[in-house]
């Protein structure tokens, strides 16, 4: 099953589980796609039926005739740049699974960054969740990823999630009544922070988390095809200097917030200092300082209300 005739070498042995993640994962690393590993994990999974702590339990099962072609017309399509989550239709992101297609961003791990910051916050601040409860608003939430994910770990929260787009808000609702906490969530359409202003001040915010568009034009080029022709451009691009979206939820977030509230917004590396600058520059913003991703890269700036 090798990249070209994916054809299996009867004089290799049989095709055990073992052997196909060796050879997905090789394949996708000298593709140079992201977490070769886990995607070759995701794809063999999926074509088994099977959690992917089988794949380790069960490592010597030789694969059937139909799961091989299963296999080599997905891995063929990932080679040609169709991202695995996609193919799949699931996508792991802070130990949940999220259900993924083409409505919304595939959930990575840099963003993983905001919930880490908050759920430390939380719990070394008792005053961020007065009584307990926790009033969050996720903006750009696309799959739901963020909102999700806090909720599972703060079983006292509640949140609102807006996104511009219908059919990422109809994603983003099948993720939280799959996790069990539709109950607590709301979802709003519209443009960035204007379905939130109807609700404050009267409800000032605890945390306020964003994820929105924010490659700048200049680095649109340099997008991977994989990310480029298949993932919602609309949630990707963030204007000439990446601050499009960044900027408004940046300068208005913190008036939703309540004195103390925490700020959490993920950006373009590139964009990390003139971000800074504009958070120092608000006069309702306090401790503001840029936080690093799983990379090392400068990709979430965070702040408290005054």
Not at 138 to 159: E, F, M
Not at 195 to 221: F, G, H, K, M, T
């Amino acid at each position: 099953m090798h990249a070209h005739t994916t054809a299996p070498n009867p004089d290799a042995g049989p095709w055990t589980t073992r052997r196909l993640l060796e050879w997905i994962s090789g394949a996708l690393e000298r593709q140079g796609l992201e977490s070769p590993r886990l995607c070759a994990e995701l794809l063999v999974s999926h074509v088994l039926g099977c959690e992917r702590l089988r794949l380790y339990m069960e490592a010597e099962r030789p694969a059937g005739p139909l799961e091989l072609e299963a296999l080599r017309d997905l891995t063929r399509r990932a080679l040609e740049s169709e991202p695995v989550q996609y193919l799949v239709g699931e996508a792991w992101f802070f130990s949940i699974a999220f259900k993924v297609d083409r409505r919304a961003l595939i959930p990575r791990p840099s963003s993983e960054t905001i919930i880490e910051h908050v759920l430390q916050l939380v719990r070394a601040d008792s005053s961020l969740a007065p009584g307990g409860s926790l009033a969050i608003a996720d903006v750009c939430t696309g799959s739901g990823c963020l909102a999700i994910s806090l909720l599972k770990n703060l079983p006292h929260a509640r949140a609102i999630a807006t996104d511009v787009s219908r059919d990422a808000l109809d994603l983003a609702l099948e993720n939280a009544r799959h996790q069990h906490v539709d109950d607590r969530i709301d979802f709003l359409e519209g443009d960035l922070l204007l379905p939130l202003r109807d609700r404050a001040p009267a409800s000032p915010l605890d945390v306020l988390v964003s994820n929105p568009p924010y490659i700048p034009d200049q680095e649109w080029d340099d997008v991977g095809p994989n990310v480029r022709d298949y993932e919602p451009e609309i949630a990707l691009r963030g204007g000439e200097d990446g601050m499009r979206f960044v900027g408004p939820v940046l300068d208005e977030g913190p008036r939703l917030l309540r004195p103390g509230g925490a700020l959490a917004i993920e950006l373009a590396s590139s964009s990390a200092q003139a971000a800074l600058e504009r958070a120092i520059a608000n006069p309702l913003l306090a401790d503001a300082h840029v936080l690093d991703d799983f990379e090392g890269l400068p990709r979430v700036l965070v702040a408290r209300r005054v």
